[in-house]
């Protein structure tokens, strides 16, 4: 069964950091692009980051380039989002996913193909 799942959400104060993590298992992870979403309540969900299966690509919303990283490591079958100097308006459930191999590179939501359940990250003092 290919899932993926999140964890490392939690509370932060605002200018804090955290890592989100996405293991990933049923799949190759090296044969996927993998992106970062997020849905805050009444919002619609915004792709915020993605990265190519090789590695070499990436790419970032504006409201999160420069301050969120994206990573992977294909090895351990796991994605990494930090995220630096965190706002309350980044406050959100963050959910990973699988670009489907048939879509185009993007941060559309309807460009992946699995997802996992997300992880609730709340920036408040």
């Known amino acids: 069964q290919e899932r993926v799942v999140e964890s490392g959400g939690g509370l932060v104060q605002p200018g804090g950091s955290l890592r989100l993590s996405c293991a990933t298992s049923?799949?190759?992870?090296?044969?996927?692009?993998m992106g970062w979403f997020r849905q805050a309540p009444g919002k619609e969900r915004e792709g915020i980051s993605c990265?190519?299966?090789?590695?070499?690509?990436?790419l970032y919303a504006d409201s999160v380039k420069g301050r969120f990283t994206i990573s992977r490591d294909n090895a351990k079958n796991t994605v990494y989002l930090q995220m630096n100097s965190l706002k309350p308006e980044d406050t959100a459930i963050y959910y990973c996913?699988?670009?489907?191999?048939?879509?185009?590179?993007?941060?559309?939501?309807?460009?992946?193909?699995?997802w996992g359940q997300g992880t609730q990250v709340t920036v408040s003092s």
């Open positions: 049923g799949f190759s992870l090296d044969e996927y692009g």
């Open positions: 990265i190519s299966s090789n590695d070499k690509d990436r």
């Open positions: 996913a699988r670009m489907a191999p048939w879509s185009s590179w993007s941060l559309f939501p309807s460009s992946y193909d699995t």
